[in-house]
């Protein structure tokens, strides 16, 4: 499967999370494969 820009990934994570805030940065690490970095921009007018 080929992920896009702007494709959300939902994992599954329990409870509630944070809102995200400008200057945030979003993580995710496949063992073997390496990490993906993805910073919060402000929304655009």
């Keep these: ?3 896009e ?3 959300v ?3 599954g ?3 509630e ?3 995200l805030s400008p200057g945030d940065v ?3 690490e496949v063992e073997g494969i390496g990490v ?3 910073p919060v921009l ?3 007018p």
């Design 5 to 7: 820009p702007g494709d």
């Design 17 to 19: 999370t944070g809102r």
């Design 9 to 11: 990934v939902f994992t």
């Design 42 to 44: 402000s929304q655009s």
């Design 36 to 38: 993906l970095r993805n």
């Design 26 to 28: 979003v993580e995710v």
């Design 1 to 3: 499967m080929t992920l």
């Design 13 to 15: 994570t329990p409870g």
